[in-house]
Nanobody
């Protein structure tokens, strides 16, 4: 069974940076997809970015140019480098994984496994 453990959340001021990490374990396949979603209080979970083991990536428009997703194949760790953070980026950030490729990298329904989340708070 795949397990995902997020880290790197915290509190920063507007304009600051954070790097989130999600370490995956228990993968049995060499093809997989990992993603970041976020959920603010009172709002629906929304996709942020995703990447698969072939290197294809996708971003939601509101983070394009500010966030970068990357993948360490050796450790099955997906990173989310976040720059120019805004108060509206405040949310719980969740890691998700699928042991396959997908044509819908940003669809929540795509993913089988989820982490517990890490909180990101951006103050103005």
């Amino acid at each position: 069974r795949v397990r995902l453990t997020e880290s790197g959340g915290g509190s920063v001021q507007s304009g600051g940076s954070l790097r989130l990490a999600c370490a995956g374990s228990g993968f049995t396949r060499t093809t997989y997809t990992m993603a970041w979603f976020r959920q603010a209080p009172g709002k629906e979970r929304q996709p942020v970015a995703a990447i698969d083991s072939a290197g294809s990536s996708s971003y939601l428009e509101f983070v394009r140019g500010r966030f970068t997703v990357s993948l360490d194949h050796a450790t099955k760790t997906v990173y989310l480098q976040m720059k120019s953070l805004k108060p509206e980026d405040t949310a719980m950030y969740y890691c998700a994984a699928l042991e396959d490729y997908s044509t819908d990298l940003l669809g929540a329904w795509t993913y089988t496994y989820w982490g517990q989340g890490t909180q990101v708070t951006v103050s103005s």
